[in-house]
C-alpha cells in the first residue's frame, strides 16, 4: 500500500498573478483545512477558488491530495491531471498520480509517471520513495530494494524507507539481510509506542529470567507469531504474554506460557519484553527454519456450541468464507473481495456456505438476501476460541487474507487464502504454498485486481473438492 502522497509540491505551486487577494485568501485557507485533516472543507473551498483560478496547477495538486485521502480516487486522478496540465513537469503531480493508478490497479502506468518525477528530481527521498512503494505493488521486489538503498544513502534514518526495504527484502525470502531494517518499524509512527520500563530483549541469556510477549500489530499477524513462544520459553525464560480479550480464551494453556494478562493491566514485574514480530531476528530464523505453527485449541464449551452452529452434512462440503479483513487497515481495500464473488460460490453442487465475518461488515450478509443461502456464523461466535471450534467442524475455508486464514491455518485445516497481486510478505512472490502454513493453499491474482480469475480457480476446484469428499479423500475433521 503506498506510505502517502509528497506533502511538499516543488513546482506548479505559483499562485497567479492575476489572483485578487480573496483568491489569494481563499486557496490559503483551503491549504489550512487540508493541513488539519479538514477534507471536506478543503475540498469545497479548493473547488470554489479554482472555478475563478482554474490555471493554477498548485491548487489542482492540492485538491487531489484531499481527494485520494477521502479514497476518491478517480476525481484524485482528474484532478492530478488538471495539475499536469498546468505545469506537466511538476515532479510531485507526477509521483501522486503515479500512485492513485497503482492504487486503482494500474501499477505499470504508474510506474511510468513514477520514472518521470525521479528523472526530474533525483535525489528526493520522498519521489524514491513512493516509487519503491509502487514497485513492491507491481511485484519488482528487487528494484525496489534498490531504489529503497538510493533514498537511504540521501536520507539514512528514513524509517519509512528501512522498513520497506525490509518488508521488499521478505517477500524475496532474503530474512537475514531484512530483520536489521525491519526493527525501524518503530520509528515510523505507524505503531503505538512500547512501555520503555521494561528492557528490550535482544538476544541475551534467558535462563532464569522472566520476559513480556507483546503483540504489536493485528490479530492474524498475532496468530502468525505465536509460533516463537515455545522457542522462547524453551531458552529458560518464564513467559508472559499480553492477549486481547477476543483471544485470550482461545490461548489459554497454550504451550510455553506461564500466564497471560490483558492490555491495561498492571505491567508485570519483568526481566525483558519482547514484540512478537521481532522474535524472528533474535532467534536467527530464517525462510527455510520456520518452526510450525502454534498448537491451538479452543475450550470444550466452544466445542459445545459448534456442535450446534455447524451441523454434520453427509456428502455435503462445508466450507467457511470471510470475504474482508478490518476495514480499519489500510491495505484493506487491496486484499478485500466483494461478498458477491463468494456468495457464487453457493452455485457449486455439493457446497454448503457458512459466513465467518464479523463486525460491521455482517449485516452486508442481511442486507444483501444471502441468508437464504448462508450459515451466519459470525453473529454467533463470541470470540476466537468459538471461531475456532466452528473451524474445525468446516471441510475448508475460502477466504481473502486476514486473521481468519491465520487461525484456520494454525489449526491444521485447510484454508484457500485469495491474494491480491502483491500481498503481505509472509506469502512470498509467488507459487501455491507458504512455509508459515502447511495447510494453507495460495490462490493469487495474476495481473493487479484480477479477482475474477481467482474465483473461476476457486470454483472450480470446489467442485473437485466436493468429489474429494464424497469419495473419502478430503482432509478429516480435527473434532
Not at 492504487?103 to 518521470?116: C, F, M
Not at 528530481?121 to 538510493?150: H, K, T
Not at 531484512?178 to 518499524?185: G, I, K, L, T, V
Request: aromatic letters at 8%; proline letters at 8%.
Amino acid at each position: 500500500m503506498p506510505e502517502g502522497d509528497v506533502l511538499v509540491p516543488l513546482g506548479g505551486a505559483r499562485v497567479p498573478a492575476a489572483a485578487s487577494a480573496n483568491d489569494r485568501a481563499l486557496r490559503a485557507r483551503g491549504c489550512e483545512l487540508l493541513a488539519a485533516d479538514r477534507l471536506d472543507e478543503a475540498v469545497s473551498v479548493f473547488r470554489g477558488y479554482l472555478q475563478r483560478q482554474p490555471a493554477d496547477g498548485g491548487a489542482w495538486y492540492q485538491l487531489g491530495r484531499a481527494l485520494r485521502r477521502q479514497g476518491h480516487l478517480v476525481a484524485a486522478e482528474a484532478a492530478y491531471r488538471r495539475a499536469l496540465d498546468v505545469a506537466p513537469d511538476n515532479p510531485d503531480a507526477l509521483c501522486n498520480l503515479g500512485t492513485v493508478l497503482a492504487e486503482r490497479n494500474r501499477v505499470e502506468e504508474g510506474l511510468g509517471l513514477h520514472r518521470r518525477s525521479i528523472d526530474l528530481c533525483p535525489q528526493a527521498p520522498r519521489l524514491l520513495r513512493n516509487f519503491a512503494i509502487s514497485l513492491v505493488l507491481a511485484r519488482r521486489f528487487e528494484e525496489a530494494v534498490e531504489v529503497y538503498g538510493r533514498a537511504l544513502r540521501i536520507e539514512p534514518d528514513n524509517a519509512i524507507c528501512h522498513l520497506g526495504r525490509a518488508e521488499a527484502l521478505l517477500h524475496l525470502g532474503d530474512y537475514r539481510a531484512a530483520w536489521p531494517d525491519y526493527e525501524w518499524r518503530w520509528r515510523t509512527g505507524q505503531l503505538p509506542a512500547l512501555n520503555r520500563s521494561v528492557p528490550l530483549w535482544r538476544g541475551e541469556p534467558l535462563a532464569g529470567m522472566s520476559i513480556l510477549l507483546v503483540p504489536e500489530q493485528g490479530y492474524g499477524d498475532m496468530l502468525l507469531t505465536l509460533r516463537f513462544v515455545p522457542m522462547v520459553a524453551a531458552l529458560g525464560a518464564k513467559v508472559t504474554l499480553l492477549a486481547e480479550p477476543p483471544l485470550a480464551r482461545l490461548l489459554q494453556g497454550l504451550e510455553g506460557v506461564e500466564r497471560l494478562i490483558a492490555p491495561g493491566a498492571r505491567y508485570p514485574q519483568v526481566d525483558y519484553q519482547a514484540p512478537l514480530l521481532s522474535l524472528p531476528a533474535r532467534l536467527g530464523l530464517e525462510r527455510d527454519s520456520l518452526p510450525v505453527p502454534a498448537r491451538l485449541t479452543p475450550p470444550e464449551d466452544s466445542r459445545r456450541r459448534a456442535k450446534g452452529l455447524v451441523p454434520d452434512l453427509p456428502g455435503r462440503l462445508k466450507v467457511g468464507f470471510v470475504w474482508s479483513g478490518s476495514a480499519g487497515f489500510e491495505g484493506n481495500a487491496l486484499r478485500a473481495a466483494a461478498l458477491p464473488r463468494f456468495l457464487a460460490l453457493a452455485g457449486v453442487p455439493g457446497v454448503e456456505l457458512f459466513s465467518l465475518q464479523k463486525g460491521p461488515l455482517e449485516s452486508a450478509l442481511r442486507d444483501s438476501g444471502a441468508l437464504a443461502v448462508v450459515s451466519d456464523l459470525g453473529s454467533q461466535v463470541r470470540d476466537f476460541a468459538d471461531t475456532a471450534a466452528a473451524i474445525e467442524r468446516l471441510d475448508l475455508v475460502v477466504m481473502t487474507d486476514s486473521a481468519v486464514a491465520h487461525l484456520t491455518a494454525s489449526l491444521g485445516r485447510p484454508v484457500w487464502n485469495l491474494l491480491s497481486y502483491s500481498p503481505y510478505w509472509v506469502y512470498g512472490p509467488e507459487g501455491e504454498a507458504t512455509p508459515w502454513y502447511p495447510s494453507m493453499r495460495l490462490i493469487r491474482q495474476q495481473a493487479p485486481g484480477d479477482w475474477d480469475g481467482a474465483f473461476t480457480r476457486a470454483r472450480r476446484d470446489l467442485g473437485a473438492a466436493v468429489a474429494a469428499k464424497r469419495a473419502g479423500h478430503w482432509p478429516s475433521l480435527a473434532a
